[in-house]
Structures are given as C-alpha cells and as structure tokens.
C-alpha cells in the first residue's frame, strides 16, 4: 500500500511554527570565529608547542634543583664557619687551620668565605704571623667600601710595622672621611710621619677637632 502524500496549503505553511537557531545575544560570532581560525594555525605548529612547553617544565624543574642544591651547599657552608669559630674561641687554632684549608677548598664560592679567610686573619694575628698576602686576599672578596677600608687600614698597619713607610703612607691616604676609620687611619698617618723624624703636628689637631671619642682625642693631644 502506498503512502499518500499530503500537501499544504501555502496558508497550512504559515502556521506551521519554524525552529529557531538558538544563538544568544550577547555572543561574539567574529571573536569565536577568529579564535577558531587561530587554533587551526597552531595545527601546523602542534609539535613545536609541545616541545616549548615541555622545555619550560625542564627549565623549572632545574632551576628549582639548582636552587635546592646550592641551599644545601650553603647550610654546609654555615655549619663549617660555625665549627671554626668555636675552635678558634677554643683556642684549637691547628685544627681551625685546617678546617679553614678544607673550606676554601668546597666553598671557595659562597659568600661565607668572607668568615673564613676573617678568622684565618685572626688566628695569625694572635700567632703573631700574619701575613700580608692574606690581607689582600681577604680584601679582595669584600664587597662594601666600610670593610674594605677597615682592612686597607690594617694593611697599612702591617706595612708600617715592616718599615715600608713609604707604601704605608699611599695604602693610609686612600682612607678618606666618607669611611668610618678615617679618624683611626689619620692617626696611623701621624705616627708613620712622625717615625719618619716629621712634624705632622697639623694631623693631630685634625683628630683632636674632628674626634667624638675622648681615647683618639687625648691620643692626639699627647703628640701636639
């Protein structure tokens, strides 16, 4: 049996009700469409993305690591300064010696080698045998100008006491007023000029003037 057609009227037609696309009115055709077309680009370069993001998980997770890393190689570094303080307070200074030896050899990098060569210094100097090449050395990993200039002074101490006036007096005169030793260094420059058979008379006034500390003042007034 064959189905029989039915056919409407134009009038049936109209009233039959249309579907309607169910677009919202607040979407962006031209944006979704643009978005679209991007992605389609990026097809092509699919493989090279991947291999971007992944080198930037690697390069995270090694920085991470080296970070890490170096955490534990400075708290190994801390831990050692901290033996050999106690062993210089001991007085323990050959086994002090030698831990400071081992130190320059595994943390020569870390800023705590400043401590190192310090206590290095001290223990010579209380040996009595203190070196000048160790005062350069330690004044070469400092970096602020006031530390610097705490140890220049030093050095000009050492080269005083070997009888190198002449260098002593260039190493003091690089100290000038903007340092907080400046008023400790001019009195070294006193004595180096006065030990040399000068009259650095107008040196000891300056002290005596600029001075807020009685010990440098009296000092000064005793050598007028």
């Known amino acids: 049996m064959k189905e ?6 134009p009038k049936q037609k109209k ?30 370069y699919k493989l090279f993305l991947i291999a971007g993001f992944i080198g930037l998980i690697l390069l995270i997770v090694g920085f991470v690591y080296i970070k890490s890393e170096r955490e534990k190689i400075l708290n190994k570094a801390a831990g ?7 062993l210089y307070n001991d007085k323990k200074y050959d086994e002090a010696e030698k831990l400071i030896k081992e130190f320059k050899g595994k943390y020569s990098d870390t800023p705590y080698i400043k401590l190192a ?8 100097k209380d ?30 101490y050492l080269l005083y ?28 420059k006193g004595f180096i000029l006065k030990k040399e058979g000068k009259n650095p008379e107008d040196i000891f006034r300056q002290i005596s003037e600029l001075s807020k500390y009685n010990y440098f003042k009296k000092i000064a007034e005793e050598n007028l």
């Open 161 to 188: 006491k070997k009888g190198k006036n002449d260098e002593a007096l260039k190493t003091v005169d690089q100290i000038d007023q903007k340092y907080y030793n400046f008023i400790s260094a001019l009195l070294l």
């Open 4 to 9: 029989k057609k039915v056919s409407l009227t």
């Open 15 to 44: 009233e039959i009700p249309v579907k309607e696309i169910p677009i919202k009115e607040d979407v962006d055709l031209e944006f979704e469409y643009k978005v679209y077309m991007l992605f389609d680009k990026l097809k092509k």
């Open 80 to 86: 050692t300064v901290y033996e050999i303080r106690k």
């Open 127 to 156: 040996s009595k045998n203190i070196t000048v090449e160790k005062i350069r050395n330690l004044e070469k990993v400092l970096k602020s100008d006031q530390l610097k200039s705490g140890i220049k002074e030093y050095y000009a």
């Open 117 to 124: 060569l310090t206590y290095e210094l001290l223990i010579e």
